[in-house]
């Protein structure tokens, strides 16, 4: 589901106009985005955790056997909390998930 769809979801949902959920949507976003930005991580309860991590600057060997450093990068992880995962155990349509993740193969 892209972004647009999900805005039409929960305008659905709520019966609020779309333009108005697009609004809520967006900043909802932003205010994730700038939470994660301060290094902080994000709990929100009945959904999951998003974890700011921070990789070390690391020793590569190139294919031609050359090394290099990579660069340190910063990583958010997404874990989903208990009662999400228990959700998920009874999604109506299995089948339609992809095998490594989740999401819309059947597009």
Known sequence: MNKHKFIRYVSDETRIRVNECDYMVNAILRCIKDVLATGEDLYLNDFGKFI????????????????????????????????????????????????????????
């Open 52 to 107: 700011v991590e921070r990789r070390d600057p690391r020793k590569c060997i190139l294919p031609d056997g050359a090394e290099c450093m990579a660069p340190g990068k910063i990583i958010i992880k997404f874990r989903p909390s208990v009662s999400l995962k228990e959700e998920m155990e009874y999604v109506p349509n299995p089948e339609n998930l992809r095998k490594n993740g989740g999401g819309d193969a059947a597009k």
